[in-house]
């Protein structure tokens, strides 16, 4: 009982300390100049936060652009880059947190400081073009906050793990995708700029990042091997297996593509990168990517690729700029959108290219869309009129052009 009462008032402690730094974030002046960024939970170098950090730190030198990171070799991996970089927690990143303007993220207030983020201006990025619903429109996983947890975040709004999106600069790729952003955030539609998603420049600019991958995927290409990525979305975060995608015999998926003259890669989502041993495995013409493989972001290597497999991640969405062919696999469809995510359209008229029921049917695909690259080109232009107002490299600089108009 002695020990509960402790705990207790040891948290109790902890919470009125929170809201005391919280308190004093909001009393220290913001320098309009002084903007940071993070992006994946604080824990990786990547994404639409990435792009638009490189993009303000190569031409804009009047901003002092930031990178916070929890994780040690994600703060080395951009130092090394010659761009500034601080630990969240450590006292210079604290201080920097408690000083800028503005805080640019790509999933949650997480990727940032939210302990510090009195009067802050957000900027919320996000990770993709919503294909599965997300946040208030998302039944099956978002958790709404009750009435209890809205009075303790009253007394303690340090302990928020997001913001109210009423005020936030949210970005979308499209009118169409406009609408899905504000109903999904509950923001006022004013508030979500169509300016196109800063990942997306990679796709346009003259020289992609020098990977580790790079060198191995332009030898495969000079010997006449066509190169697919595969990039299967998350089950549960991460908690659920993805058994139900990689249920044929991987030795049998290799000895085909090897006879194709296909190699592929395996990029899986960030939630199953940090569960999973199927680095075990080696094979000839299947490789699984590593974050040390891409340096952490897949968007470099992406226009080196002839083609893609999904099954619902909204990759296909940025991918649909690069006008290259894409394998559906919706092998779960039905037990997905009952237990994970609902999906904003029908799938059958969303998906422009094969729909495959299984890894036999994936590789009869891939053998057709080496014969056949444009078989799709029609429905793959079409909804990229629908989801892309803008095909350019010019992406980060109309977002940096809002963020400025937020601020001024």
């Not at 909001?26 to 990547?46: D, H, T, V």
């Not at 499209?174 to 899905?180: F, H, K, M, N």
């Not at 998603?197 to 990679?202: G, I, S, V």
């Not at 059958?348 to 029921?357: D, F, L, M, N, R």
């Amino acid at each position: 009982m002695f020990r509960k009462i402790l705990r207790l008032l040891v948290k109790l402690a902890l919470y009125i300390l929170g809201d005391l730094i919280y308190f004093i974030s909001s009393l220290i002046p913001k320098n309009k100049n002084l903007w940071i960024f993070g992006a994946w939970f604080g824990e990786k170098y990547a994404d639409n936060s990435k792009y638009l950090f490189e993009y303000v730190n190569k031409n804009h030198t009047e901003i002092e652009a930031v990178w916070l990171t929890q994780n040690k070799i994600t703060l080395e991996l951009i130092k090394e880059k010659g761009y500034k970089a601080y630990l969240t927690y450590s006292l210079k990143g604290l201080w920097l947190s408690m000083r800028a303007k503005v805080g640019i993220l790509s999933t949650a207030m997480v990727d940032i400081n939210k302990y510090v983020a009195a009067n802050m201006k957000i900027v919320q990025l996000w990770h993709g073009i919503p294909f599965k619903k997300i946040m208030y429109n998302d039944k099956i996983t978002f958790k709404h906050p009750t009435l209890f947890e809205k009075m303790i975040l009253k007394v303690f709004p340090f302990l928020q793990k997001d913001v109210n999106y009423t005020n936030v600069l949210l970005i979308a790729t499209s009118d169409e995708v406009r609408q899905r952003i504000s109903s999904a955030f509950k923001s006022d539609i004013k508030n979500v700029k169509i300016t196109g998603l800063p990942r997306n420049d990679a796709f346009f600019l003259p020289m992609a990042e020098k990977v580790p991958i790079l060198e191995s995927i332009l030898d495969l290409k000079k010997r006449g091997i066509k190169v697919g990525i595969c990039m299967p979305t998350h089950r549960k975060e991460g908690k659920s297996s993805l058994a139900c995608f990689f249920s044929k015999d991987l030795s049998y998926i290799n000895s085909e593509l090897h006879n194709y003259k296909v190699t592929l890669l395996v990029k899986l989502h960030f939630y199953h990168l940090r569960n999973t041993n199927i680095f075990l495995y080696k094979y000839s013409n299947i490789i699984f990517l590593k974050d040390d493989d891409i340096k952490q972001d897949i968007y470099s290597i992406l226009p080196k690729t002839d083609f893609l497999i999904t099954d619902y991640s909204s990759i296909y969405f940025d991918y649909l700029l690069l006008d290259k062919p894409i394998i559906f696999t919706p092998f779960d469809i039905e037990n997905y959108i009952k237990n994970d995510r609902e999906f904003y359209y029908n799938y059958e008229e969303i998906t422009p290219g094969p729909k495959a029921k299984n890894w036999s049917e994936v590789l009869q695909c891939i053998k057709e869309t080496i014969e056949y690259p444009d078989k799709y080109k029609d429905q793959r232009a079409k909804l990229r009129k629908l989801f892309h107002k803008y095909r350019d490299g010019n992406s980060s600089q109309r977002v940096f052009n809002e963020i400025v108009k937020m601020i001024s």
